[in-house]
């Protein structure tokens, strides 16, 4: 199959690309020792994260229960790393076959109760890493000796086990080269905080932390044992602009079609903010809401929800109405959120399909209109 | 069914409030004698749209073929307002019932030939309305003289028809009562536009246009007899923001956990990009990504895939963690396409749903991995 011959937009993937940037993140993993758990949200696919699974990864990642009933297809260890909160969504957490290792990340004694209570409702035993900030400013608790009675309060609960701590750095942004100074004070809070749990009698079996600016860089964080990268997968225009991958590395792109030139100066294209996501590119300084992989120099500057306008003034490229464009996205994981279907691709011809298996929230039924 | 039964984040929509502003609309356009053709971007639902032409809609407007063959069983009436280009789109289109009247919207000779091709191919009659740009240069042809020679070409073409012409105010951003001299610019061209056309001896019989922010002043644009406005049947942030609607017409809310409290002065809800998408309110001042429905002083700041970061400085409120919040986003188009299910609230009880009918691209068949 030609990419003519697909209804555009339409998100490709290169296999031998993902491949490559699959093996890699284990390679690196493998040779510093570190628990590879990658994060699902970027794929939401059981096949992608099957790919994962086989070359060595120790479990999956997931943001909701849903992604985690999903994803048991293809792991028997999942970490769901958000506070699991309310009935319905714990229900649901609690559908996970009685086989899968099951370990929750999250940072309130509110959310010990209502995990401790599913819990012993269900009589199934569940890991709990407690999560400390560490800068980012998002969730995770600020003070170590408030961690540390989190941890406590796990213990007092069983069949909850206290089985370490997290962290998301996602406050560093800098391109890679120039995170030095965040990472050495990045390192002296891990330490620190390993060192707090240990002599309060809890000493972490798991430290799971990094991002995906730190992603290659995450051995020089003392201590951290697993890590949960995701985006690294597919990667994406920020992750290229800030240094984590290279332009080549970019295995996903969203092929669209050019559908007026009326306007000079200007292209427009039938994939807008409901095909690529209106994410700004972070920790860099690119403009615009995509780029085309094979001129990076266009750029996607303005979208309506399905209309995308390329930027021509870098360029002395004018296409053609009915020309077909393939625009890297700034931000891969909303992009997958968007989709149903991944189509696989392999020089110019498309090989195979998959589903975005844990896309939607998994609402179940309807109640009659 | 009650709130806290249904697992967020999960969109609802009071249904009073809907109905509400169906009937607004209908009895707006009825009153000044304009054709209400109603987008189905904004709801992408077979009930809904249903709900339009029961009210007295004349057909539906779609983005794409695939709402158009989607919105095809509530209506035998359909525009889709985008060009049509591409094998495989052009292909769906012509999927649509005999009985269906099409109507295409388009701005080049390249989209003409495309689409007459297909028609012969089908024969099948399609209607084309020719885009000008009215000033918001995203598309339609710049100059009358090209449009009305793409009007000929649609003469030249048939089994299509050339019914008139359309236009698309995007430009006009300011808050409703700000527009006056803004929509007498616009009045002036839409004027010249039909003298234009009927010189050339192309009377449009069909004058196709408005937008969100002009939707109750479309009567004074004279010489428009038809209107496609999208948003009205919800409302956003950004509706109410810019006058178009009270916040009280604001029907779709996202209903969110308070997942998180640990860092001071803010409470983090499971409701993020993934839920609420990232769209700025436009053509008005209001900060952050949405806002609480029964607290407005309160936004959500920033977000991350996952989780919105409720700034309360603005409030002495201070939730507890397990809390449900109801957050108003910018831009309800966006929020429909992010989800499968809308439920529909009457008081404080979930009584109905239904599905978001033409979410995704219809991609159909995967092809096996």
């Excluded at 969730?139 to 998301?168: K, Q």
């Excluded at 995906?212 to 995701?230: A, K």
Aim: hydrophobic share 40%; with cysteine; net charge negative.
């Amino acid at each position: 199959m030609t990419f003519d011959q697909l209804e555009t937009p339409v998100p490709l993937v290169d296999l031998d690309v993902m491949a490559r940037n699959l093996d890699a993140m284990q390679a690196y993993a493998t040779s510093h020792a570190l628990s590879l758990r990658p994060h699902t949200k970027t794929h939401k696919s059981v096949f992608v994260g099957g790919e994962q699974m086989r070359r060595g990864a120790a479990g999956l990642t997931c943001a909701t229960p849903h992604e985690a009933t999903v994803m048991q297809q293809v792991t028997d260890d999942v970490l769901v790393a958000y506070p699991v909160i309310g009935h319905a969504k714990l229900e649901r957490l609690f559908l996970l076959r009685d086989d899968v290792a099951l370990r929750v990340q999250l940072d309130s004694a509110h959310a010990i109760d209502e995990l401790a209570a599913a819990a012993v409702r269900h009589d199934r035993a569940v890991a709990v890493t407690v999560e400390f900030d560490a800068g980012m400013h998002r969730v995770g608790v600020p003070s170590l000796d408030d961690a540390i009675a989190l941890a406590r309060h796990v213990r007092a609960n069983p069949p909850l086990e206290f089985s370490g701590i997290a962290f998301y750095p996602g406050h560093i942004r800098e391109p890679v080269t120039s995170q030095d100074a965040a990472l050495e004070r990045l390192r002296h809070k891990v330490v620190e905080a390993v060192e707090a749990f240990t002599q309060a009698g809890l000493p972490p079996q798991v430290v799971s932390g990094g991002s995906t600016p730190t992603m290659w860089r995450s051995h020089e964080i003392t201590g951290v044992t697993e890590i949960r990268p995701g985006t690294y997968v597919y990667n994406d225009r920020t992750t290229a602009e800030i240094g984590v991958c290279r332009w080549a590395d970019c295995a996903f792109t969203v092929l669209a079609t050019v559908v007026s030139t009326s306007v000079p100066g200007q292209a427009v294209i039938d994939a807008g903010a409901k095909a690529l996501g209106r994410e700004p590119i972070r920790g860099a300084t690119g403009e615009g809401w995509g780029a085309l992989v094979d001129r990076p120099e266009v750029t996607v500057s303005r979208m309506s929800e399905e209309h995308g306008i390329l930027d021509l003034s870098g360029s002395d490229w004018r296409p053609q109405v009915g020309e077909q464009v393939r625009v890297v996205p700034n931000h891969v994981c909303i992009v997958t959120h968007l989709n149903d279907v991944i189509f696989g691709v392999r020089g110019g011809e498309v090989v195979t399909s998959w589903p975005v298996d844990a896309r939607g929230r998994g609402y179940g039924q309807l109640i009659g209109v």
